[in-house]
């Protein structure tokens, strides 16, 4: 598989060398420089490739969806902060008959995590003496702030149980931490999920971009990880 690295920070990198020893091969890397790029200029560049991993920042994202549906090749998005924009990118796709992943986050441990979070919410939610809460952590380079990981967990747990504001802290190098906590007047149940380094959000990049690569439709990372688990999440 050809991919194209929308965004070669860190995370770029990283999943380059993952996708190499995964038997895959980087096509094309786009980076600061082709910031200023219109989408049907970037468009050309792109279509080297068989899927585009997008690492950027959330203004980038829809030039570089539409890039890639004019390209015809397929995308993970893994920024995150773009949510006001939800429904423009996904028209944007639907009027390509084109194909999308995005997510909060791409840690398969961290989407294991929200399962068992909606599952315990719904548990606790039967016992209203407990009151539930989030708290996240990450370095302090990180932009968005709560993460779209918390963010997601609170409207996983909020199915079921009211949450209040997610506390934050930014600080040092901290790749993520994320806890839902339950506390009542003689306990506290707490569930955390501790990320030790990037490697986690790139397999699971990389794990999107070879299940994407031949459908059709606009997908969250949860149905990849539901099909994993033999969920048959169908055609969207």
């Known amino acids: 598989m050809r991919i194209a690295l929308i965004g070669y920070g860190k995370m770029g990198?990283?999943?380059?060398?993952?996708?190499?020893?995964?038997?895959?091969?980087?096509?094309?890397?786009?980076?600061?420089?082709?910031?200023g790029l219109a989408a049907e200029e970037l468009a050309e560049t792109l279509k080297a490739a068989d899927v585009a991993i997008d690492f950027t920042v959330a203004d980038a994202v829809e030039r570089n969806v539409r890039a890639c549906m004019l390209a015809g090749v397929p995308i993970v998005v893994g920024t995150t902060g773009w949510d006001a924009q939800r429904q423009e990118i996904e028209k944007i796709v639907a009027g390509s008959n084109g194909s999308m992943v995005y997510g909060a986050n791409f840690s398969i441990g961290v989407n294991l995590f929200f399962r068992i979070a909606e599952y315990a919410s719904e548990l606790l939610a039967r016992f209203p003496e407990?009151?539930?809460?989030?708290?996240?952590?990450?370095?302090?380079?990180?932009?968005?702030?709560?993460?779209?990981?918390?963010?997601?967990?609170?409207?996983?747990?909020?199915?079921?149980?009211?949450?209040?504001?997610?506390?934050?802290?930014?600080?040092?190098?901290?790749?993520?931490?994320?806890?839902?906590?339950?506390?009542?007047?003689?306990?506290?149940?707490?569930?955390?999920?501790?990320?030790?380094?990037?490697?986690?959000?790139?397999?699971?990049?990389?794990?999107?971009?070879?299940?994407?690569?031949?459908?059709?439709?606009?997908?969250?990372?949860?149905?990849?990880?539901?099909?994993?688990?033999g969920v048959d999440v169908g055609k969207h």
């Open 13 to 35: 990198k990283l999943i380059g060398r993952l996708a190499a020893e995964r038997g895959h091969s980087v096509a094309v890397t786009v980076s600061e420089s082709h910031a």
């Open 130 to 229: 407990y009151e539930a809460f989030i708290e996240e952590q990450h370095h302090s380079q990180k932009r968005d702030s709560p993460s779209g990981t918390a963010l997601k967990l609170k409207s996983v747990a909020e199915k079921h149980v009211k949450v209040g504001e997610v506390a934050v802290t930014r600080a040092g190098n901290i790749p993520g931490t994320h806890r839902l906590g339950f506390d009542g007047p003689a306990d506290q149940i707490l569930l955390e999920h501790i990320a030790r380094n990037r490697e986690g959000f790139a397999y699971g990049a990389i794990m999107a971009a070879e299940w994407i690569e031949n459908r059709k439709g606009f997908f969250e990372f949860t149905e990849v990880i539901a099909e994993q688990m």
